[in-house]
């Protein structure tokens, strides 16, 4: 595996979760690190691997098969929407929102960024700080399927006239008649053929 932040420092949050600094500085680690949770502690070097996340939707494939086409985020703030664009990793401006990783409980983060992750807000998807229980709120891991080239996410949700409770599988597409528009989450009875389109291509 190739390491990421072989240089840089590392707190590790009581709750597990690594918060890194992209500047090498003491004072950014502890900053995120605050940001993230409240409580923290020197650890060790974690190791991930950065990846670019990419849809073979043929709206896309169709436009130009000389190029890829990479999810990413529309800028670097809070609650930033998430869109696919063409990857380019050579551009340092453009490949800073489109290289992410995963980290030890599920969230997809922000190489440039590591304290931004992709959280959901009901169908709604988007780049944000990320989240856990030491900062009041709840991870959102997301899980990726290779065999059928799915993101998903599982959220419990309560039916107000029975006041039950079921969890209910999301995944993560686009409206395939509008190809440049946001992200968003989808039921599994959507048919939506753009939820089945993703690929996830580590950095060599």
């Known amino acids: 595996l190739q390491t990421l932040y072989s240089q840089q420092i590392v707190k590790i949050c009581a709750s597990g979760i690594s918060s890194m600094s992209p500047l090498n500085s003491e004072r950014k680690a502890r900053d995120i690190c605050k940001s993230t949770c409240s409580t923290c502690i020197e650890g060790p070097m974690p190791t991930y691997k ?10 896309f494939v169709s436009m130009s098969r000389s190029v890829d086409w990479c999810l990413q985020a529309a800028n670097l703030g809070r609650n930033a929407m998430l869109n696919v664009r063409r990857c380019v990793p050579s551009d340092p401006e453009v490949n800073k929102k489109q290289a992410w990783f995963l980290d030890g409980n599920g969230q997809f983060r922000l190489v440039s960024h590591p ?28 899980v990726y399927n290779e065999l059928d080239k799915s993101i998903s996410i599982v959220k419990t949700e309560t039916y107000s006239l029975k006041g039950e409770k079921t969890d209910t599988k999301y995944l993560v597409g686009l409206d395939p008649f509008r190809a440049f528009s946001r992200i968003s989450l989808y039921k599994e009875s959507d048919k939506n053929p753009s939820m089945y389109s993703w690929t996830i291509e580590y950095d060599s």
């Open 50 to 59: 950065s990846f670019q996340i990419k849809t073979k939707l043929t709206e």
């Open 115 to 142: 304290a931004r992750c992709i959280v959901w807000e009901g169908k709604q998807i988007m780049l944000t700080q990320c989240r856990d229980s030491m900062n009041g709120g709840t991870m959102h891991p997301l």
